[in-house]
Antibody, heavy 118, light 110 residues
Framework: QVQLVQSGAELKKPGASVKVSCKAS????????LSWVRQAPGQGLEWMGWIIAHDGDTNYAQKFQGRVTMTTDTSTSTAYMELRSLRSDDTAVYYC???????????WGQGTLVTVSS | QSALTQPASVSGSPGQSITISCTGT?????????VSWYQQHPGKGPKLIIYDVSNRPSGVSNRFSGSKSGNTASLTISGLQAEDEADYYCNSYTSSSTYVFGTGTKVTVL
């Protein structure tokens, strides 16, 4: 069965960087793209960007361009999302989500809480 | 890219039908049949319930249905049940090869 298992919660200071991992299993990792989505406390879902697992091609939401980097390691079937210059309003649960063969997200990770606080 | 517009809340009694709207532009909802809907219960991750405007994944109740007219997509929940109380988000592919979520709708079962 398809599973996306994310890394654990992080506490970061303003200005720092965070790197969240998403380890995939139960399917051929290079066959699908992955998106990262975040949700601030009590707020809605916000799409951050996608990465094509097999070649590393990316497309980021304009809001995060210059501050986010998404990568994959095909040898370990793991995707990563690094967000830099963290601010308090980056406090959120970050999800990875697998793209189906088409234009929707069929499996999601369990989420990683990133807290930014001095 | 602005979020798609959804009503903040919708409520209904058990057994009733409710409809949640999702309004975008011709660059997203209106331009593609790639609207999906996600259900999120408190403290849980999102779950896909509708894809490509009106298709249900295996295992999702047929009480959930989707449609689209112009720049507005809709999710209808028929025969409302207590377990349907959750937040619902629409999502669309866009002309920039990106994705955008709706603002989210809280469904309350009275």
């Amino acid at each position: 069965q398809v599973q996306l298992v994310q890394s654990g919660a992080e506490l970061k200071k303003p200005g720092a960087s965070v790197k969240v991992s998403c380890k995939a299993s139960g399917y051929t990792f290079t066959s699908n793209a992955l998106s990262w989505v975040r949700q601030a406390p009590g707020q809605g879902l916000e799409w951050m960007g996608w990465i094509i697992a097999h070649d590393g091609d990316t497309n980021y939401a304009q809001k995060f361009q210059g501050r986010v980097t998404m990568t994959t390691d095909t040898s370990t079937s793991t995707a990563y999302m690094e967000l830099r210059s963290l601010r308090s309003d980056d406090t959120a649960v970050y999800y990875c989500a697998r793209h189906s063969g088409n234009y929707y997200f069929d499996f999601w990770g369990q989420g990683t809480l990133v807290t930014v606080s001095s | 890219q602005s979020a798609l517009t959804q009503p903040a809340s919708v409520s209904g009694s058990p057994g009733q039908s409710i409809t949640i709207s999702c309004t975008g532009t011709s660059s997203d909802v209106g331009g593609y049949n790639y609207v999906s809907w996600y259900q999120q219960h408190p403290g849980k991750g999102p779950k896909l319930i509708i894809y490509d405007v009106s298709n249900r994944p295996s295992g999702v109740s047929n009480r959930f249905s989707g449609s689209k007219s112009g720049n507005t997509a809709s999710l209808t929940i028929s025969g409302l049940q207590a377990e349907d109380e959750a937040d619902y988000y629409c999502n669309s592919y866009t002309s920039s090869s990106t994705y955008v979520f709706g603002t989210g709708t809280k469904v309350t079962v009275l």
